[in-house]
């Protein structure tokens, strides 16, 4: 039998840890808090992050990571994008030698500027045939309700992406394979950026043509990095790309299209910090996104303003008026 360890026992990672399960993989949840990791063990629920929904019986759960990874064919990395290495790190040990490693992140590391991908490789040494990334519109409380939803999973490996695909793929989870591990992670990554622009401008209560301007120039910035970096454009038009991109700038279920909002209704940053209980990933990441694009000259005019309101004092109306002042240009730029 296939066995998976995620490593995450946040909203996303116990979701995906649910799929495994259902799916028949014998699946151990790895968390640092010992009173989550029990509910999940014993009582079958994760009362923090999906309250009142019930887990596979077969789900296990662990603070143990050498015990999480005992014999796991997939490492399923759930974490906060920020700090992958320095827990990565700690894990590499423990990790069986022919493992592969499976990014549920959506970030860029600060400093670095590299993806998620590239920081595993780096940390624990490995090809990046062994690295396999999945993304998509996947809102955790939609997909653990067992509502339908489709993802991607990305290796540069076919016989990999195929692997991972056969492990999760349950009847309202259905995921399409891809070797673009770029333009996926990109998708994921840059569309938080996007997400929080969105918010921002439903918290200001303007209308659906600026969310539609704000998320389609927003499609336009991720497919000019991506294209610089390697990218398949088709990436792009797809789960990862643009179905990615419509779920988070949409829900009220998106931790970073809330996190705009309330920047948009006159919340100071610290007081959305204060009540966000989850990580918006958008926050931090907007400035490696931004550097990423200025270290290739990659035209990112959204992404600057979003670092300019959640970093440096920059109000949404000032963003506004620099966004809409800008010197005229084609539709298509810049790819």
């Known amino acids: 039998m296939t066995k998976a360890a995620v490593f995450g026992t946040g909203s996303w990672g116990t979701t995906f840890a649910t799929i495994l399960a259902e799916a028949g993989t014998d ?10 990791v029990e509910a999940i063990d014993r009582r079958h629920e994760n009362p923090d992050y999906l309250p009142g929904i019930p887990l596979p019986p077969t789900l296990r759960a662990t603070v143990h990571p050498e015990e999480a990874l005992d014999g796991a064919d997939f490492m399923v990395l759930a974490v906060p994008s920020q700090s992958l290495r320095g827990n990565l790190a700690a894990w590499r040990r423990h990790i069986p030698g022919d493992a592969v490693l499976v990014s549920l992140m959506k970030g860029i ?13 780096e940390v624990v040494g490995v090809p990046e045939e062994r690295v396999a990334v999945i993304s998509g519109p996947n809102l955790a409380l939609e997909i653990a309700e067992r509502q339908p939803a ?68 927003g499609l336009a910035e ?35 299209r809330t996190f705009g909002e309330n920047l948009g209704r006159g919340m100071t940053l610290s007081e959305v910090v204060a009540a966000t209980k989850q990580t918006a990933e958008g926050v931090k990441s907007c400035e490696s996104v931004l550097e990423l694009a200025r270290k290739h000259d990659v035209e990112m005019p959204i992404t600057e303003v979003v ?10 109306a000032e963003a506004g008026v620099l966004l809409m002042s800008r010197s005229p240009k084609p539709e298509r730029y810049g790819v």
């Open 307 to 316: 670092v300019g309101v959640v970093h440096d004092g920059l109000t949404p």
């Open 27 to 36: 699946t151990i949840l790895w968390g640092r808090r010992p009173e989550v």
């Open 222 to 256: 991720i497919s000019r990095l991506g294209a610089v970096l390697g990218a398949d454009q088709h990436t792009f038009a797809g789960l990862a790309g643009m179905g990615d991109l419509i779920a988070t700038c949409t829900s009220p279920l998106s931790r970073n």
């Open 109 to 121: 590391e600060l400093g670095s500027c590299k993806r998620m991908s590239e920081v595993v490789r």
């Open 150 to 217: 489709a993802a991607v999973v990305a290796c540069t490996d076919e016989s990999v992406a195929d692997r991972l695909q056969e492990a999760c793929h349950v009847p309202w989870f259905r995921p399409y394979t891809n070797p673009d591990v770029v333009g996926v992670e990109l998708g994921g990554a840059v569309k938080n950026v996007i997400a929080l622009a969105v918010g921002v401008a439903a918290g200001m209560k303007l209308g659906d043509n600026v969310r539609a301007t704000l998320m389609t120039r």
